[in-house]
């Protein structure tokens, strides 16, 4: 039987760590040009400069009625935010994740379906459009098309996906749900890490090892730097809320909805228990990330650790959860020391931003920056110091304190990386390095090259390659006879 062909297509994380796509095309197993299959990995938008926005808005590279199924790796947006831009294209085949990952996405996608058509009506109100009449990407109505297609997925079971295919996913310890995938096809296989955990996430369970493979598409996103260690963990956090409170300020957290949100109240009940900080009122201020904390309260999932119950990411003793409009709004006329926790994490939108227009211009205010801000979001401006941000096409003075606490980033930093990789238990023939600003993807693929001796290439937006098993590594090759 003729070697399938089999070709990888990177649409997304190259290049730029948002809008994770992966296109995997198998060719028929009599390797004749019909009946070829094709598996996106991942769905998720860009995010961050424009010039990565712009292509969420570009025609599909290849007509979306044509992929077979998605299978996805987790639940964050750059990794399922264009699932319903593809439903609207004509894709209608299965999407398969965990139940984890399953549930999270349909409150993610929920949201970001009705965040798109309000930024198309307020385009439209407010005039700062180019375009005559601002249309969304999708609406939610693609949203609930979306959702039927989803198929659950076990832990470290193989499935079955037809034509020789089998995935399987393993725990990534990165968020609740989210997976590494394998897939094995016509003797090949390729494994995609996902966003990979640290060792031990705060809540969750720890992640796992997947089986070794042929072919590994592996993340950067902290490629190129190392997380402080234990001891001084939430230093920064604890003593910019104590400075704050004691000034008459308030403190407001920008914080993705789904585990970061979490974290952040497992850290700031650890804090109070402690006498770190004092005791005040904590506002979730974003009706997404309560949704998710009840998902994350629901133990029959199996996803929390054994020494984590719910009462030690809810139990301070004054929890505000802002629902609705109307109690959002309300918190605007508070001015009493509290801590606001809203989305989005980097400042892109969500109900942070009327926050951030009130507080950013208080010398007296903290804005604690918690987790990774990619290039051109306004997280990343106000990381920098810029002395002001536009928000809602006003430009707001930046007065208040910006602190950054790195601890609560659950992306595994490149100790972690490498470590993942080593427990393969052996030298994939190529290691494609993606999900990471261009320089620190470089130079995370040299310590691969340096530290393990394999393979290691950062491939380019667009670039296909050939995932042909067995090919010999420059190393192993026996000595050129013509000397």
Same mark, same amino acid.
């Given at each position: ?102 549930? =999270? ?70 968020? =609740? ?175 942070? =931003? ?62 972690? =990386? ?66």
């Amino acid at each position: 039987m003729a070697q399938r062909r089999v070709t990888l297509t990177f649409l997304g994380a190259a290049g730029t760590v948002t809008g994770s796509k992966y296109l995997l095309t198998v060719g028929p197993e009599d390797g004749g040009g019909q009946g070829e299959r094709r598996i996106l990995v991942d769905a998720g938008v860009f995010q961050g400069e424009k010039q990565w926005r712009l292509r969420n808005w570009e025609e599909f590279p290849v007509d979306p009625a044509t992929i077979s199924d998605v299978v996805l790796t987790h639940a964050h947006n750059d990794h399922v935010g264009y699932l319903p831009a593809l439903v609207r294209q004509g894709f209608g085949g299965p999407v398969r994740a965990t139940e984890g990952t399953r549930r =999270l996405a349909e409150i993610v996608l929920r949201d970001a379906g009705k965040l798109q058509e309000e930024a198309a009506e307020e385009a439209r109100r407010g005039g700062w459009s180019k375009h005559e009449d601002p249309q969304p990407l999708y609406d939610v109505q693609d949203v609930e098309e979306t959702l039927p297609l989803f198929e659950t997925v076990q832990f470290d079971e193989d499935v079955d996906l037809g034509d020789g295919l089998v995935a399987r996913w393993t725990r990534a310890g990165h968020i =609740l749900g989210s997976a590494s995938v394998r897939l094995a096809v016509g003797g090949t296989s390729v494994l995609f890490s996902g966003d990979l955990g640290r060792h031990d996430h705060p809540l969750l369970k720890a992640r796992g090892t997947p089986p070794a493979s042929d072919f590994v598409v592996c993340e950067s996103t902290y490629g190129d730097r190392e997380h402080p260690e234990p001891e001084v963990e939430h230093g920064p956090m604890a003593d910019a809320v104590s400075r704050t409170l004691a000034r008459g300020g308030l403190v407001v957290i920008p914080a993705f909805a789904v585990d970061r949100t979490q974290l952040v109240l497992k850290v700031l009940v650890d804090l109070m228990r402690s006498g770190r900080i004092p005791e005040v009122p904590v506002v979730v201020d974003s009706p997404m990330a309560l949704k998710a904390l009840d998902v994350y309260r629901d133990e029959s999932l199996g996803e929390l650790r054994d020494d984590v119950d719910t009462d030690d990411f809810t139990g301070m003793p004054e929890l505000i959860e802002a629902s609705t409009s109307r109690e959002s709004r309300a918190l605007n006329r508070r001015f009493d020391p509290m801590i606001i926790v809203a989305s989005s994490g980097m400042v892109e939108g969500g109900r942070v =931003l009327h926050h951030l227009a009130r507080l950013l211009p208080d010398v007296r205010n903290t804005v604690i920056l918690t987790g990774y801000q990619a290039a051109g979001t306004r997280g990343r401006s106000i990381e920098e110091g810029a002395r002001s941000v536009k928000i809602n096409g006003h430009y707001i003075r930046v007065r208040a304190e910006v602190v950054r606490d790195e601890e609560f980033s659950v992306h595994g930093d490149a100790s972690d =990386l490498l470590d993942w990789l080593r427990d393969l238990g052996r030298e994939p023939e190529t290691v494609f390095v993606t999900h990471g600003e261009q320089d620190v993807a470089r130079h995370f693929a040299g310590r691969i090259a340096e530290e393990l001796d394999w393979t290691a290439v950062v491939p380019r937006y667009g670039e296909v390659v050939s995932l042909v098993p067995g090919a010999a590594h420059p190393k192993d090759r026996p000595p050129d006879p013509a000397g």
